[in-house]
């Protein structure tokens, strides 16, 4: 599968930004998805994820509250919106996914590329 991820960018603090990320291929229904995030200088880390279905989600002690996962299986895309956003939220974002019911929040097996997510104070 392959990823694309959109609708990053520069957002003041307390604002909302929602991210997508699109797949390719037929069996999307089929993959777990999550975001990840990541600063320069410190590794990835998971964010949020989302069970193939969308029954099921997860999210990090420091987006629980604010952010919400979501996915459409018709339009091949999963969803990141992002609420009362901080200056520490700042990071580049990544989409993954992995060909099982729940996603791997260590190391999917699939990677689409970042967009970048500015919080300014």
């Known amino acids: 599968v392959q990823l694309q991820a959109f609708g990053g960018g520069l957002v003041q603090a307390g604002g909302s930004l929602r991210l997508s990320c699109a797949a390719s291929?037929?069996?999307?229904?089929?993959?777990?998805m999550g975001w990840f995030r990541q600063v320069p200088g410190k590794e990835r880390e998971f964010v949020a994820g989302?069970?193939?279905?969308?029954?099921?989600?997860n999210y990090a002690d420091s987006v629980k509250g604010r952010f919400t996962i979501s996915r459409d299986n018709a339009k091949n895309t999963v969803y990141l919106q992002m609420n009362s956003l901080k200056p520490e939220d700042t990071a580049v974002y990544y989409c993954?996914?992995?060909?099982?019911?729940?996603?791997?929040?260590?190391?999917?097996?699939?990677w689409g590329q970042g967009t970048q997510v500015t919080v300014s104070s």
């Open positions: 993954a996914a992995d060909n099982s019911r729940v996603l791997d929040t260590t190391t999917p097996q699939h």
């Open positions: 989302i069970t193939w279905s969308g029954d099921r989600t």
């Open positions: 291929g037929r069996t999307f229904s089929m993959y777990a």
